[in-house]
Each structure stands twice: as C-alpha cells, then as structure tokens.
T-cell receptor, first 113, second 112 residues
C-alpha cells in the first residue's frame, strides 16, 4: 500500500536547467494534483488532472508543464528553472468521492541556484 | 488567492489541554476539509464536513461548520505531544470538489 510516491525527494538545479518530477499513485484515483509549498504561503495549486490524458492550470502554472499519459502517473516539468521555483513540491491524488480527501506524497524539495 | 484562512497562525499548549483552530473562507462551499502536516512530511487528511452538516466527530477531533459565518473550527481534545504539527483547512470553492484551496495553516505545538 504505497499510496502516492514522488521522485526524487531532493534536487538542486542550476538556473536554466530542466527537470521532471514524477508522481505515481496505486489507488486508481481519478484526480491528481501538483502543489507547491512556500514558507508563509501555504499550498498553491500548480496544475491538476481530472483523468488520463487531461490537464488543467491551477493558481500558479507559469513556468511548469504537466502530462498524464497514464492514469497512475502525473509528471511535472520545469523547462528552464528559476530561483523563484525553489520550493517544496507535493503531489496528491483523490477519488471521485471527496469524502476521503486527498492522499499526498512526501514531497520533493527543489532548490534552484 | 487563498480561500481558507486559519487562525491563529501559531498555538502552543500543554499536553492534556484542548486545542482550537479556526478557519474562515470567502465563498460558498460544498465541503470543508482539515489536514495535518508533520514537519517535513506530506499532508494527511483528517476529516471532511459537508456544507449541510454543522458538527462532526472523529476520535479526539471535533469539527464545526457555520456556513452563515463562513467559518469552521477544529478542536483537538486532550492533546498529546504527537499532535504537534501544522493544521490546514481546505475548501472546494473554486468550482468543484476536485480542486481544493488550502489555507496557510496553524502551527500547533504541544509541550510535554
């Protein structure tokens, strides 16, 4: 019962480099999300997906792209990293019924220097 | 923009005491959820209360919802050191329950 798995857990990037964060869930959830968490800002939604092959923008989508080619995976890409993207990134998934809430991964701590 | 706002930002109590955290939101909701985050970890879902419910219990947790005041409270009774964490409320105000908006959280410290 892995739940939501995020890789990598830590990463340091240089400004301008690109990378992909991987999120995998084994609960057959329909919905998946990417949030970023910054001190004093709470969690802010970057992008989300309501099903395989679909994605939508959240509150802070600029500088990020996502893909959901398979139901269990949700990828977050940074094409050209900037210091403002230094943050902790959380992936989450949820079923159609909101009663059980979101299941979160353990996070990816990204530093852009 | 943030939908839910927790109050207080930080709370420090002694073990055995009750802890109360409040959440205010701005627009109509379908449901409101509370989550806990231990330091360095992901968020964990605690409880969901629907807009037509006024109170809900789960173990030592009691959640109330007042839709007329657009506010909710989370009460943790007989707190333990293990309850030390940040607590977030989340609402689905932006068009549907598939997309939650989180507040900035209340940091609770329970001293042994």
């Amino acid at each position: 019962n892995a739940g939501v798995t995020q890789t990598p857990k830590f990463r340091v990037l240089k400004t301008g480099q690109s990378m992909t964060l991987l999120c995998a869930q084994d609960m057959n959830h329909e919905y998946m999300y990417w949030y970023r968490q910054d001190p004093g800002m709470g969690l802010r939604l970057i992008h989300y997906s309501v099903g395989e092959g679909t994605t939508a923008k959240g509150e802070v989508p600029d500088g990020y792209n996502v893909s959901r080619l398979k139901k269990q995976n949700f990828l977050l890409g940074l094409e050209s990293a900037a210091p403002s993207q230094t943050s902790v990134y959380f992936c989450a998934s949820s079923p159609l019924d909101p009663y059980y809430g979101y299941t979160f991964g353990s996070g990816t701590r990204l530093t852009v220097v | 923009s943030q939908q839910g706002e927790e109050d207080p930002q930080a709370l420090s109590i002694q073990e055995g005491e009750n802890a109360t955290m409040n959440c205010s939101y701005k627009t109509s909701i379908n449901n409101l959820q509370w989550y806990r985050q231990n330091s360095g970890r992901g968020l964990v879902h605690l409880i969901l209360i629907r807009s037509n419910e006024r109170e809900k219990h789960s173990g030592r947790l009691r959640v109330t919802l007042d839709t007329s005041k657009k506010s909710s409270s989370l009460l943790i009774t007989a707190s333990r050191a293990a309850d030390t964490a940040s607590y977030f409320c989340a609402t689905d105000a932006q068009g549907g329950s598939e997309k939650l908006v989180f507040g900035k959280g209340t940091k609770l410290t329970v001293n042994p």
